[in-house]
């Protein structure tokens, strides 16, 4: 289990030109990416989601080669098994909780059907994360602390190798935040998930990071690993 | 008079018109606004032409166009096709008098759809047309259904275009507004002021109806 991501890719636009040079390597389960915002965190976790393609390098996620731009191997996100936890969880607003969670299981031309049968997958997720007495509500009428273990539920159920968190607990108030990060690290423990999480606060680097990678500029500044 | 005959044929000219602008029109909006590009916009402008045209101008292009010495029209000829003077002609006007309504709604739609809701859906293995029929379009589907409520109310009224190339023939091509211009010029005001309050009254209705159905803007935040 590793991830090894080596990537180049220069943004322009009117104003500014950034260069996003990104190299890093690690075999830990729990890897943060951690700088001020503009550092070019979302854009290297985007990348690995098959958002954005570099101009070159590679993205390799438990030897399983996403991306190579020598090989000109581009998987589309579609096809990369990877779980992607938005900042703003992006729940899909015209369905329920229950309908969320299972929208990646059900991957044809129609929606799962709000009163349907749910897939184990998701029925499983809802369970486990305790969102059954929500599974009809709408994400409009849901907490925040809700919304984000919907959003986790629903990456989860379609079984994805990597987990991808962009700012997980920035829109939770503190209290909530720290109870948030037990729950993930919990979580992770128990399904010994692969997880890249990007932040700006320190907090959630010391709780989630085995491997904090810290970035500047568009570049990985330094590393630092923690010993199990 | 009889009102019935111009009344049923608008509600059919108006129906096809929507149906076909409900189609081409959320087609063409959703491929602009994912098409970044100055291009998209000269398209776009194109396109909203009919919005600004007189309508006379629009239906003489129409018969230029469609007309059997037309560009278009010699090659229908030779399938013995001719839109001229036919209500379908009435359709075709209709259509691109009421194209712009539902093609800038949808495309005002398309754009107020949250981008990460679409990545979201890619990153959980759902193919593009997945993506467009599960998320893009239920998002979008209200301010497609006001554009089309508009659409209709203005393919209902057309005129200018619709005599152009359809004409004034009672119970073949002489829709309701036409009708009312023929019943004035006819000094036939009783049959006038009945179909001036039937087409006002249906064009309130669709109005006030897409009024409600227009999206509020106080959703969510704009991205980074």
Redesign the interface.
């Known amino acids: 289990m590793s991830i090894d991501i080596a990537i180049h890719r220069v943004m322009k636009d009117a104003q500014r030109r950034f260069e996003l040079d990104v190299s890093l390597r690690s075999d830990r389960r729990r890897i943060v990416l951690y700088g001020p915002s503009g550092a070019g965190k979302s854009l290297t976790l985007r990348a690995v989601a098959g958002l954005l393609k570099p101009d070159r390098g590679h993205i390799v996620v438990n030897e399983r080669r996403l991306f190579d731009a020598a090989g000109k191997l581009n998987l589309p996100a579609q096809q990369r098994k990877v779980g992607y936890l938005f900042q703003d969880y992006a729940l899909f607003p015209h369905l329920t909780v229950a309908q969320n969670v299972a929208f990646g299981v059900q991957r044809g031309m129609f929606n799962p059907r709000r009163h349907g049968q749910l897939p184990p997958s998701a029925a499983r997720w809802l369970q486990s994360l305790e969102l059954e007495p929500i599974a009809g509500n709408y994400p409009a009428q849901i907490s925040g602390g809700q919304k984000q273990r919907v959003a986790l539920a629903r990456a989860l159920a379609a079984e994805p190798d990597v987990l991808l968190l962009d700012e997980p607990f920035s829109a939770l108030d503190p209290a909530l935040k720290n109870r948030m990060r037990r729950e993930l690290t919990l979580l992770q423990a128990q399904l010994d998930l692969q997880m890249l999480v990007i932040t700006h606060d320190p907090a959630d680097a010391e709780a989630l990071g085995q491997h904090v990678f810290e970035m500047h500029e568009g570049r990985v500044r330094s590393e630092s690993s923690v010993s199990v | 008079m009889d009102i019935w005959a111009p009344l049923l044929l608008s509600l059919k000219v108006a129906l096809w018109a929507t149906g076909l602008n409900l189609l081409f029109g959320t087609a063409v909006a959703y491929g602009l606004s994912r098409w970044r590009s100055p291009i998209a916009e000269l398209v776009d402008s194109l396109l909203t032409l009919p919005l600004v045209l007189p309508p006379t101008v629009l239906g003489y292009y129409l018969l230029v166009f469609l007309g059997r010495h037309g560009a278009l029209g010699v090659w229908l000829d030779r399938w013995d096709i001719s839109p001229v003077f036919t209500w379908q002609g009435a359709v075709i006007a209709s259509t691109l008098v009421a194209f712009p309504m539902i093609q800038k709604a949808a495309r005002a739609a398309f754009e107020d759809v949250?981008p990460?809701?679409e990545?979201?859906?890619?990153?959980?293995?759902?193919?593009e047309?997945?993506v467009f029929?599960?998320?893009s379009l239920?998002?979008a589907a209200k301010g497609i259904t006001a554009g089309a409520l508009l659409a209709f109310a203005r393919a209902l009224g057309e005129f200018g275009a619709t005599l152009m190339i359809a004409g004034n023939l009672p119970g073949r091509t002489q829709t309701l507004s036409v009708a009312i211009y023929a019943a004035v010029q006819a000094g036939d005001d009783a049959g006038a002021n009945t179909m001036v309050l039937v087409a006002s009254i249906t064009c309130v209705a669709a109005l006030l109806l897409a009024g409600r159905l227009a999206p509020r803007h106080d959703?969510?935040p704009s991205e980074r």
């Open positions: 949250d990460h809701l990545s979201a859906a890619r990153v959980l293995g759902l193919p047309w997945s029929f599960r998320v239920p998002l959703k969510r």
